[in-house]
């Protein structure tokens, strides 16, 4: 399988989930977000990376969504659903929820209240002139829209329960209970529905104007699904489920760099053996949902394909698991057959064998690189040194699941920053100067977390993995994003030839 990323010129980027924007309670895909890509392209950056746009729960983890298909609602923009004649100005508020953080509670319940005004104003004859655009969408998208939908409108008549405390019938989806649910929740489905149509219609606009601006949007596809999610309800003949539907074994890891005990992560795992019998078709579904949003997407947790860390459900830690084996490139391949080649980036961090670097290397899939992981050791080898990246790499200051690059040099041991401080110029900051290093190396995509321009500490980390609280809440303030900063990093992007 070739490399479709070959074709990209040399690049940069910033990594920054859309709810971290500006804007009202959460960020969201209006005016704010437009402003963000104008400042990536003002900076010379040509990649926006994002985290899963799923929806989420009241925890707000992507990577824990009520579905592998749909797209995060809270993300609407009120002042687009204003223009489109489907809210009133007065109708949005929203203005007493925190500026700097996401305090999910309050937004849920502020955008349930907002979406469902917008879609009692469209079933009222509001905006007339676009139904044909939802129905065109409700067509299109009803191979994963129907279940979707449904599942929702039952979470809802259940207060928010997992579909494991739905009454027998719907739990274990008997087709007569199912047609009565439909039947009996058909107003609810279709506000869902709604609510999905005006994601994608947002979004598609955001993603329009950000490839007119010269901006590509790199995506998060993670191997797991949630175990309470449109997907393992709708298709539990696919996932390693007992006769009630109740998980028989969880995903994880084992101790690792992030936690020496491993982490428990719960999700319920796949038969890759049913999977692979037809022909992995709900994998080739989900990249195609996927590729429908994004340009290029990160494969997280791509060792998984070769072999994953198995841990009985039971089981309250993840140290006693086990490698079973994974799908390999045969999922891959039936994939392509679909869909062609794919501009796929594999998130190989973590405990990399030479097996699951065989899997990569012969999918031709460019890997990660981490700068902070270069230091805590004085091995000349170690893959994060940017003196040993691979031309075809992805190179970051850190992901999502880092300390900022400051809050990591204030925390580091005297070595690790002796290691670093090596690498820098004299009297360079740490924070610019590690955004320097992965700009100036070898790998042909070079991403950067927003917090690290900005000169954050810890108090910008995303989130910290292993824990429970306090995570995917960090957001920017309007007016953080000044032209000196543009020019700091344009400059040093033309100077590491990333620039346009």
């Known amino acids: 399988m070739s490399d479709p990323l070959t074709a990209l010129p040399r690049c940069s980027g910033v990594l920054l989930h859309p709810t971290s924007l500006p804007g009202r309670g959460i960020g969201d895909l209006g005016e704010p977000a437009r402003r963000f890509v104008d400042w990536l392209a003002d900076a010379g950056q040509t990649v926006w990376q994002i985290l899963p746009l799923g929806p989420v729960d009241a925890a707000g983890s992507p990577y824990n969504g009520l579905s592998a298909m749909a797209g995060n609602a809270l993300l609407a923009s009120p002042e687009v659903l204003v223009a489109d004649g489907l809210l009133k100005p007065e109708q949005v508020g929203g203005e007493e929820l925190p500026a700097d953080r996401v305090d999910f509670p309050g937004v849920f319940a502020w955008k349930e209240a907002l979406l469902r005004r917008a879609w009692m104003a469209f079933r009222a004859g509001a905006a ?281 040099h204030r925390g580091a041991g005297e070595a690790e920053r002796a290691r670093l401080g090596a690498l820098l110029a004299p009297g360079e900051e740490p924070g610019w100067g590690m955004i320097r290093l992965v700009m100036e190396s070898r790998a042909k995509i070079a991403v950067v977390p927003l917090q690290d321009v900005l000169g954050l500490g810890s108090e910008g980390r995303m989130n910290t993995p292993g824990t429970g609280a306090g995570n995917w809440a960090w957001r920017f303030r309007e007016g953080a994003l000044t032209p000196e900063l543009a020019r700091r990093l344009r400059e040093l992007a033309r100077g590491a030839g990333r620039a346009p």
């Open 128 to 408: 007339l002139e676009l139904r044909g655009e939802f129905d065109a969408f409700r067509a299109r998208a009803a191979g994963w829209l129907e279940d979707y939908a449904l599942f929702r409108a039952l979470r809802d008549e259940n207060r928010g329960a997992p579909w494991s405390e739905w009454e027998p019938g719907v739990r274990l989806r008997e087709p007569e209970a199912l047609a009565r649910a439909r039947h009996r929740l058909d107003g609810a489905v279709e506000m869902h529905e709604f609510r999905q149509w005006i994601f994608q219609r947002q979004w598609s606009a955001l993603r329009e104007y950000a490839r007119d601006r010269g901006v590509r949007v790199v995506g998060d596809l993670p191997i797991f699904v949630a175990y309470d999610s449109a997907d393992v309800w709708s298709h539990p003949g696919l996932f390693e489920l007992d006769a009630g539907g109740r998980a028989t074994g969880v995903s994880g890891v084992p101790p690792d760099y992030f936690s020496a005990t491993g982490q428990r992560w719960g999700n319920p795992l796949y038969r890759w053996d049913v999977m692979r019998a037809d022909g992995f078709r709900w994998w080739t579904a989900r990249f195609r949902r996927v590729l429908e949003l994004v340009d290029v997407v990160r494969v997280d947790h791509f060792r998984g394909f070769q072999s994953y860390w198995r841990i009985a459900a039971a089981a309250d830690s993840a140290v006693d698991g086990e490698w079973r084996p994974g799908p390999g490139g045969e999922l891959f391949a039936a994939v392509r057959r679909e869909l062609g080649e794919l501009p796929l980036v594999a998130e190989d961090l973590g405990d990399i064998t030479p097996e699951v670097e065989a899997l990569r290397d012969g999918l031709g899939l460019p890997g990660m690189r981490v700068l902070q992981f270069a230091f805590g050791g004085d091995d000349p080898r170690n893959p994060h040194l940017p003196a040993n990246y691979p031309a075809g790499a992805v190179a970051y200051t850190g992901t999502h699941d880092n300390d900022t690059s400051l809050g990591w």
